[in-house]
C-alpha cells in the first residue's frame, strides 16, 4: 500500500543553519505530494505542495522538489529562523479508487532552532 | 474570514460516555475528513466525507461516528466503544476529492478521558 516515511527528529538547529527533512514515499502512479507544519498546539498549515513529476513547491523559503526516480520529496531551507520550530509531516494523495484525495502522512520531525 | 473552526479546544469526559466533537467550515468545500493525531505519530483518517449525507470509514473508525446533514458541518462522536479514546482531534476539508487538492485543517480539539 502507500505509504511515507521521514526521517525521525527530533532535529535541532542553530538559527541561519541549513534544513533538510527528508521524505520518502511508497504509491503507485502519481500522487501529489505536500508538506504541512504544526505549530505547537495548533492544526497543520499547508506549507507547500507538487502535483507531478519534476514540480518544485516553495514558500516561505522553503522549497521540495517531486522526484520520481527517487520516490522523494526532501524539504529544505538555506537559513531557518528560530520561529520555523515546529512539527513537519510530509504527505501523499491517495490515487486509488474510493480512496482518491486522502491523505497518507509519514510521522513527523520536529524541528527546534536555536538562537 | 474563510476557515475552520473547531470546539471546544479541550474537552474532558469520564470514561463510559459518549462525546461529540464540532467542525463547521465556511470554505464552500465538498470534501470533510476526520483524523486522529497521536504523540509522535503522524495523522490518521477516522472516516471521510464527498458530499452531504454520504461518508465513508478511514483507517481507524472503530468506536466513532459521524454525520454530515449540512455541507458546512461535519461532527464526530467519540463513542464508549472507543478503547483509547484519548488524542488530539483534527477536522480537515477539500475543494474536492481529489489527489491534486490540499486540505485545510482547523485548529484541533484535545479529548481527554479519565
Keep these: 500500500g502507500n505509504s511515507v516515511t521521514q526521517m525521525e527528529g527530533p532535529v535541532t538547529l542553530s538559527e541561519e543553519a541549513f534544513l533538510t527533512i527528508n521524505c520518502t514515499y511508497t504509491a503507485t502512479g502519481y500522487p501529489s505530494l505536500f508538506w504541512y507544519v504544526q505549530y505547537p498546539g495548533e492544526g497543520l498549515q499547508l506549507l507547500l505542495k507538487a502535483t507531478k513529476a519534476d514540480d518544485k513547491g516553495s514558500n516561505k523559503g522553503f522549497e521540495a522538489t517531486y522526484r520520481k526516480e527517487t520516490t522523494s520529496f526532501h524539504l529544505e531551507k538555506g537559513s531557518v529562523q528560530v520561529s520555523d520550530s515546529a512539527v513537519y509531516f510530509c504527505a501523499l494523495s491517495d490515487l486509488s479508487g474510493g480512496s482518491q484525495g486522502n491523505l497518507i502522512f509519514g510521522k513527523g520531525t520536529k524541528l527546534s532552532v536555536k538562537p | ?114
Design chain 2, 1 to 114: 474570514d474563510g476557515g475552520i473552526t473547531q470546539s471546544p479546544k479541550y474537552l474532558f469526559r469520564k470514561e463510559g460516555q459518549n462525546v461529540t466533537l464540532s467542525c463547521e467550515q465556511n470554505l464552500n468545500h465538498d470534501a470533510m475528513y476526520w483524523y486522529r493525531q497521536d504523540p509522535g505519530q503522524g495523522l490518521r483518517l477516522i472516516y471521510y466525507s464527498q458530499i452531504v449525507n454520504d461518508f465513508q470509514k478511514g483507517d481507524i473508525a472503530e468506536g466513532y461516528s459521524v454525520s454530515r446533514e449540512k455541507k458546512e458541518s461535519f461532527p464526530l462522536t467519540v463513542t464508549s466503544a472507543q478503547k483509547n479514546p484519548t488524542a488530539f482531534y483534527l477536522c480537515a476539508s477539500s475543494i474536492a476529492r481529489q489527489s491534486s487538492y490540499e486540505q485545510y485543517f482547523g485548529p484541533g480539539t484535545r479529548l481527554t478521558v479519565t
